[in-house]
């Protein structure tokens, strides 16, 4: 039997005929990170139009929030991305501070921004274990939570609990650092730097992951800007040479006395980008949060060797001053050591009985985008704010699905809403 040539006159080629179809992907799909409906009308394999329905998750938190006292809560923002509790913590603690006009001790800033990047670095590993996931690749997943368990079990060691901690409150931390904690987490960070290659060797250069991530879900600056887009998605859309700003609060509007910290803000290109890969696309914005806790892991060392400091400071004051205050507890001396207590060396202060009247909007660099808190006093000064609202980073980022999902392939949706790294209950707060 001869095969026809496809030049030859009497081959005749059909299109498989195919309808319209709606197709519901959610609300429980793994490849949605939570309880997200995505609907999708498809053509054959092709997608032409997304419609995300969010509410699944809805919580009423800000309407909570206008109903509770700020300490109170403190345990409602740990579950709005609760893979960052002690970053949405430190979000809605920075603006009630504002509000109230209070004055953080150093030791409890450094606190902060120790704490802040290792629930950074947790919550990368979980999105890296989890992109793995969602494109097949079961390895990364067991890899991420072997090195994240250690991180959570830092934190349990700090506050009693492993994912909704409460532990960043207004005014510092609730609790300083135990005794031995700081030498169990150089030990953690010594370990954990060369397991960074094998996520590399897993993921980042595996062939079939780059094939289904490089030039996917491409996002311009300027649709990332236009849909509102923070954090690594916004980031892995720039060009350094272009001369694009490094968008990251702790650099652009440092808190926390981040301006004091040696950092860098990864964004493209990157020597590492393989061939065919193009700036904004999936493999972009993975790689950002890789590179992303490799600067966690230099900003933690860093608050380490300034806690330290800080406590050699305190032992030596307290052994200047601490007898002499003893002696004389209302004296001039004994003021002297309460006033720096307050003021550098204590884990936190107490905040005010009341909130002043006003507003305040503070937003902090998350893991996941910029986490914003409005918050208004109430004018005859009460303990309960007047309106209380969030901006969610992933609000933002999701909200690009519909364009950025139209025209591709069905087995291109989980690549490119895994690179969103989404969490659904900061979005349904």
Not at 307 to 328: C, I, R
Request: aromatic residues 8%; hydrophobic residues 40%.
């Amino acid at each position: 039997m001869t095969l026809l040539a496809p030049t030859d006159p009497t081959v005749v080629e059909f299109d498989v005929r195919t309808d319209e179809m709606l197709v519901n992907m959610g609300p429980q799909h793994p490849s949605t990170h939570g309880v997200l409906r995505l609907e999708l009308t498809t053509d054959g394999e092709m997608v032409s139009k997304v419609i995300a329905h969010l509410g699944y998750l809805h919580r009423c938190a800000e309407k909570i929030g206008e109903n509770v006292t700020p300490i109170q809560y403190i345990p409602y923002t740990d579950r709005m991305d609760y893979l960052a509790a002690m970053n949405m913590n430190l979000a809605y603690s920075l603006a009630i501070e504002k509000l109230c006009g209070m004055a953080i001790p150093e030791k409890a800033q450094v606190l902060r921004v120790l704490i802040c990047e290792l629930n950074r670095i947790a919550s990368h590993l979980v999105g890296m274990g989890a992109y793995g996931l969602d494109l097949g690749s079961f390895s990364p997943f067991l890899y991420a939570f072997r090195e994240r368990e250690q991180i959570l079990d830092l934190f349990e060691d700090v506050c009693g609990a492993r994912l909704t901690y409460s532990y960043l409150t207004i005014g510092g931390a609730h609790d300083d650092l135990p005794a031995g904690w700081l030498d169990r987490c150089k030990r953690f960070l010594e370990y954990f730097k060369p397991r960074i290659s094998e996520y590399h060797a897993l993921l980042t250069t595996n062939h079939i992951f780059v094939k289904r991530t490089a030039n996917v879900g491409v996002m311009s600056k300027e649709m990332a800007l236009a849909y509102g887009c923070t954090g690594p998605v916004l980031r892995g859309s720039l060009d350094k040479r272009n001369n694009d700003p490094a968008w990251d609060l702790r650099k652009t509007e440092p808190y926390c006395g981040y301006q004091g910290y040696d950092f860098e803000v990864p964004i493209p290109p990157f020597d590492a980008a393989p061939p065919g890969a193009v700036i904004g696309d999936c493999w972009h914005r993975f790689y950002v949060r890789m590179m992303e806790v490799v600067q966690s892991i230099r900003l933690c060392e860093q608050a380490m060797a300034k806690y330290a400091k800080l406590q050699a400071e305190w032992e030596a004051v307290q052994k200047e001053l601490g007898e002499e205050a003893a002696k004389d507890p209302k004296g001039a001396t004994a003021a002297k050591l309460n006033d720096l207590a307050r003021t550098k060396y204590s884990h936190r202060v107490e905040p005010p009985r009341t909130l002043s009247p006003g507003e305040v909007y503070v937003e902090t660099e998350c893991p996941r985008g910029q986490m914003g808190f409005h918050v208004v006093g109430r004018p005859n000064k009460e303990n309960v704010p007047l309106r209380v609202r969030a901006r969610s980073g992933c609000f933002g980022n999701l909200s690009v699905v519909e364009k950025l999902c139209r025209g591709v392939l069905i087995g291109d949706l989980p690549s490119i809403v895994g690179s969103l790294d989404i969490v659904m209950g900061e979005i349904d707060r």
